[in-house]
């Protein structure tokens, strides 16, 4: 790990210095990240950057994304802090998994910054769209055959735990699958997970297996469970720009020193 980290940590000072940016958070996303990876599983690294005041006054105006490497081991993106502030005003779930990953590859204190006021535009409705989404469309996909890669399993699970706890706490999910765990689940489920992440330790990416009916059983139920929620809930998003314009105006006035 502390090998990829100093090519990951390379690769971020090149992408600055190439794109004329300053990377202000840079985090794992994905699987590893969500603490249950495969052995070949490649990197996820995503980034949120600045660019200088020019920039965003350009008639042609440079593309909002910087998208560095894909291949078998590294998966490289961004985003540019006027986009991230956008989707953080739609309630982006994504971006709020970005922002408390368990894995840092560079932060700053002017990223704190932006957080504390970004944290204030938590939808707890958006986000548990996003999360059913995920877990929906996974189940569409993957999980209907008898026999299925385990993974998988975990693509629609941690979303719909992430629904139970967002509904319940009001506020972003922890990213590491675990701490969802420490949700009260039914023993039989909890020991069917138990014996997934077991199983799951030792499985390649594209291995499958057969399926594991109380696994199977209870993303069927939470996924009616959570879009009867979401189809009946408020939209709570805050409709207020001005903090977020403030923090923009704010951190490219700081990136000029």
């Not at 769209?129 to 699970?157: E, I, P």
């Not at 039989?188 to 077991?198: N, P, R, S, T």
């Not at 059983?217 to 959570?226: D, P």
Request: glycine residues 4%.
């Amino acid at each position: 790990m502390e090998e990829i980290r100093k090519e990951i940590e390379h690769k971020l000072l090149e992408i600055e210095q190439k794109e004329q940016v300053r990377i202000l958070h840079a985090v794992e996303s994905g699987s590893r990240a969500w603490g249950f990876a495969s052995p070949d599983s490649d990197y996820d690294v995503r980034f949120i950057y600045v660019r200088t005041k020019e920039d965003y006054l350009r008639l042609d105006a440079p593309r909002d994304v910087i998208e560095w490497q894909l291949d078998e081991v590294l998966d490289i993106n961004g985003w540019d802090l006027k986009k991230a502030l956008i989707q953080f005003h739609r309630g982006n779930a994504s971006l709020f998994e970005w922002a408390n990953s368990p894995i840092v590859y560079k932060t700053t204190e002017t990223w704190g910054q932006i957080f504390r006021k970004a944290v204030e535009y938590f939808s707890v409705k958006a986000a548990v769209y996003h999360y059913y989404g995920t877990a929906n469309s996974t189940f569409c996909q993957y999980l209907q055959a008898d026999s299925v890669r385990y993974k998988k399993y975990f693509y629609a699970l941690r979303p719909l735990l992430a629904c139970r706890y967002i509904r319940a706490h009001g506020r972003p999910a922890p990213v590491l699958f675990e701490e969802l765990l420490d949700a009260d689940l039914p023993a039989a489920l909890a020991d069917g997970i138990a014996e997934l992440m077991a199983r799951k330790a030792g499985t390649k990416e594209g291995e499958e297996h057969p399926q594991i009916p109380v696994i199977r059983e209870y993303i069927v139920q939470e996924l009616a469970n959570q879009k009867m929620w979401v189809q009946n809930a408020p939209d709570d998003r805050k409709a207020d720009w001005m903090p977020l314009n403030r923090i923009f105006l704010d951190v490219l006035e700081l990136n000029e020193k």
